[in-house]
Nanobody, 122 residues
């Protein structure tokens, strides 16, 4: 069964850190570009970060640049999103996605997870 499963979300105070994980099963994540998106209630989906399958290209949304870091562990078939200096405006459901065609996945993606809730209190 092909799936992506996120974990690591939770409730933290502003300034804290969280590390999200995205575990893939049923396919080889190492040959896929990966990305993280987030969606807050009443808002559109927002691009957070992306990492090319080669590992040579990373992209970040303007609102998280310098605070978040995307990475992957191909041996574990897992991707990560390290989130530092969290702000209340980072509160959202975060989900990971995988696609072989593009890195930014603006036009969509082949696989996505269900998401994990991140809540940052002030």
């Amino acid at each position: 069964q092909v799936q992506l499963v996120e974990s690591g979300g939770g409730l933290v105070q502003a300034g804290a850190s969280l590390r999200l994980s995205c575990a893939a099963s049923g396919f080889d994540l190492s040959i896929y570009n990966i990305a993280w998106f987030r969606q807050a209630p009443g808002k559109e989906r927002e691009f957070v970060a992306a990492l090319a399958w080669t590992g040579r290209s990373t992209l970040y949304g303007d609102s998280v640049q310098g605070r978040f870091t995307i990475s992957r562990d191909n041996a574990k078939n897992t991707a990560f999103l390290q989130m530092d200096s969290l702000k209340p405006e980072d509160t959202a459901v975060y989900f990971c996605a995988a696609d072989r065609r593009t890195v930014t996945m603006r036009a969509g993606f082949e696989y996505r997870g269900q998401g994990t809730q991140v809540t940052v209190s002030s």
